[in-house]
DNA sequence: TAAATAAAAGATAAAAAGATCTTTAAATAA
DNA sequence: TTATTTAAAGATCTTTTTATCTTTTATTTA
């Protein structure tokens, strides 16, 4: 469903709010011992989602990735639309060019109907939700 | 969501049942000008079906793919599971190994309804019905 | 200011997915 | 039987995704 880089990306934002939320600032190799992902590439990603303004970061001693205030109120779909972009809710189930309302592929309407309900559902959970169950101790990022 | 394979794969059952239902085989040059696939991918894509007895095939003059009677009743997750497997249903939306009921990722119930809901969706759609819409013109495989 | 820390950036490498080509085998029809 | 047709099988190639390594830059603290 999601690409590698966005399952890291998505686990590792939790995390990095978590964390700002407890007045720490989270660096790479925290995050990726805590949601076991790969080091370099999560810090690509995360440099992408720092210059795409979704989460900041600082450099030095006691640096690593934070969310200012306003980043915290992100949800899930900026994180996913950031990484994976948005074909996943626009594009054709079954890859059709030129699939339409008005020509549709076979499983346009019911595709149709899935994908919203996915991406409404993205729409409405945000990042700092995810954190509280996490400290709650009633999700795991990791095994 | 599903892997080209897959997409490739759908698409050109739908043919075959169709071309099926006129008494007539398919050929892989004729399926894959009818879906706009590459040719020497899909036909292995087929080669596969056919081995797991999801399609039929016969070689020579006339020959091509068709649908038994009792294989013209697939639904679409056969194919689906067929090409790539079961991981969109069963594995964690987050990629979190040891995803469970018991240890759940953070989003793992709200994923669980979106999965549940697509597969359900798949189990209930039959092949055979969507040859049909294609028949009306009601939708179609390429532009 | 100098040393240490940690992210940024760029280059590179490995694996998987997607796609193609060539040869072989089976079936049919002349 | 022989030529023709068409799928099967195997090898190969390309692109994308995933992952790593090295160097540079920014920040802090001593």
Do not use: W
């Not at 990306?9 to 989270?26: D, L, N, P, S, Y």
């Not at 996943?88 to 595709?111: A, M, N, R």
């Amino acid at each position: 469903m999601f690409s590698k880089a966005c399952e890291y990306g998505i686990r590792a934002v939790i995390f990095i709010v978590a964390r700002t939320e407890q007045g720490k600032r989270a660096g790479i190799k925290d995050i990726c011992k805590e949601i076991e992902a790969p080091e370099p590439f999560t810090a690509k990603i995360l440099q992408n989602l720092s210059r795409m303004g979704l989460v900041s970061s600082m450099k030095g001693p006691n640096g690593g990735f934070y969310v200012e205030p306003h980043q915290a109120q992100l949800k899930l779909i900026d994180v996913v639309k950031a990484i994976d972009g948005d074909k996943l809710f626009t594009g054709c189930g079954l890859g059709v060019k030129e699939c339409s309302e008005d020509k549709p592929c076979p499983i346009h309407h019911q595709f149709k109907a899935i994908r919203n309900s996915l991406q409404e559902m993205l729409e409405n959970i945000s990042v700092r939700e995810l954190t509280e169950d996490l400290s709650n101790g009633l999700v795991f990022l990791k095994k």
